[in-house]
């Protein structure tokens, strides 16, 4: 029988599943995108700007997102330590296609509320 990782599936392959699928987290489009509009931001700083996060959510993000090559995290042998983080060649070529899709949603969200309500409305009956 062959394994599944030795059949280099679709699945494996698929960009879809092995990138776009990282940004299902709702905070890793936010984090790039105010990494991207601050240029270098260190860990609480960015923690602040994202106040709903938790700090381990944020680090779990931040180390997705350095993992995949979006960002880069550089630490400076200070006491306390020191950590900044700034977008690679790869996360800055995702931030118009994040601003794209933060704008569409601006112009939609009455929409696809309303949608919503509708669609609750009818499914509880």
């Known amino acids: 029988m062959i394994k599944k990782e030795e059949t280099g599936s679709i699945i494996e392959m698929c960009p879809v599943r092995n990138v776009i699928a990282r940004f299902g987290n709702k905070w890793a489009l936010l984090t790039v995108l105010i990494i991207g509009e601050q240029g270098v931001v260190r860990f609480n700083e960015l923690s602040r700007l994202i106040p709903d996060v938790s700090s381990r959510v944020l ?8 993992a995949d090559g979006f960002i880069n ?14 977008l ?14 933060t704008e569409w949603a601006q112009t939609n969200m009455k929409r696809v509320m309303n949608h919503r309500k509708k669609f609750e409305a009818t499914s509880t009956n």
């Open 88 to 101: 690679t060649e790869v996360g800055e070529s995702l931030l118009p296609l994040i601003r794209q899709l």
């Open 59 to 66: 680090s779990s993000t931040l180390r997705t997102l350095e």
């Open 73 to 86: 995290r550089k630490v400076y042998a200070v006491v306390p330590p020191k950590v900044e983080y700034r």
